[in-house]
C-alpha cells in the first residue's frame, strides 16, 4: 500500500509538468514555416527523412534543456526577470495568436514538393540546420518562452518532466510530418486545412497568454 501510494505522488508530481510541456510544445511547434515546410518536403520525396527529423528534433530538444537550465538559476535569484519574461511572454502569446489567426482568415497552399533535384545527406542535413538555428523563432520559442515556463515548475523531478514533455513534442512532430508526409499531402493541399489548423493555433495561444496575464496580476 506504501509503494501504491508513493508511486502514485511521483506519477502526479511528474505527470501534469510533462503534459503542460507537451502540449505548449506542439502549439509552438505546430505552425506554417520554412523549417516544417522543408521537413514536409523530404517527407513527400522520402529523401533522407531519418537524419532531417533528428537534426531538427535534436537542436530543439538541447535548446530547450538550456533554456529550463539557465533561466531557472536566473528566476531563483531575481524576481524581477521572472516577472519580465512572464510579460515578455504573454505579449508574444498574443502577437502570435493573432498572427495565426490572420493566417486563418487568408489561408493558402504550402507547396512543399516543389524542386525537381534531390539533395544528398549532407546537404539535407545542412539544410535542416539552417532552417533550424538561423531562424529567430527557434530561440523565442525554445530558449525564452518554453524556458521562462519550464524554470517557473517546481525544482527536481516536475521541471524535468516538463522538459521532456516539450522536447517529446518536436520529436513526435517532427516525426509525424516527415514519416506521416505521404498521408497529410492531399489534405494540407487544400487552404481549407491550414485555415483550420491555423485558427485551432490562434485560440489556443491567446488562450495561453490569458492565463500568463491572469498571473501578472493576481
Known sequence: MLYLNASGLLSSAWLA???TGLSLGLTLIIAIGAQNAFVLRQGLRREHVGPVVAVCALIDALLIAAGVAGLARLLGTRPALATAL???????LAWYGLRALWRAARPGQLHAAAGSSGLTRRQAVA??????????HVYLDTVLLVGSVGAQQSAGVARWAFTTGACAASLLWFASLGYGAR???PVFARPR??????????????LLSALLWRRLLA
Open 127 to 136: 539544410q535542416a540546420l539552417a532552417f533550424t538555428v538561423l531562424n529567430p
Open 193 to 206: 486545412a491550414w485555415q483550420v489548423l491555423d485558427g485551432l493555433i490562434g485560440l489556443t495561444m491567446l
Open 17 to 19: 509538468p510533462a503534459l
Open 183 to 185: 498521408w497529410l499531402a
Open 86 to 92: 512572464t510579460l515578455g511572454g504573454a505579449l508574444f
